[in-house]
């Protein structure tokens, strides 16, 4: 079994920053890409920012320039440093990877986390 445990959500003011961290846990081989996802009230999940294992990444329009996701391979690790933050910004967030699992029989999937919430105030 595989483990996302996302953490570093929380309240702030409108132009501050949050820093949140995804970590995989489990019987890992190993792992592709890694990114964010977030979903508002009433509105579909949206990709946030995605990041290969060799650090290519790729914003939605609507972060770039205000959040940078990297990752830590050694600790199977992902985070989103969120900067200049705005009241549209407010949803809860995941983080995903796609993990290749098992010892000797490998298969891979994509695994999700349980969300952390991220409320920034006007």
């Known amino acids: 079994q595989v483990q996302l445990v996302e953490s570093g959500g929380g309240l702030v003011q409108a132009g501050g920053s949050l820093r949140l961290s995804c970590a995989a846990s489990g019987s890992i081989f190993s792992i592709g890409d890694m990114g964010w996802y977030r979903q508002a009230p009433g509105k579909q999940r949206e990709l946030v920012a995605t990041i290969t294992r060799v650090g290519n990444t790729n914003y939605a329009g609507s972060v770039k320039g205000r959040f940078t996701i990297s990752r830590d391979n050694a600790n199977n690790t992902v985070y989103l440093q969120m900067n200049s933050l705005k009241p549209d910004d407010t949803a809860v967030y995941y983080c995903?990877?796609?993990?290749?699992?098992?010892?000797?029989?490998?298969?891979?999937?994509?695994?999700w986390g349980q969300g952390t919430q991220v409320t920034v105030s006007s």
């Open positions: 995903n990877a796609y993990v290749t699992v098992g010892v000797g029989s490998r298969w891979s999937r994509v695994y």
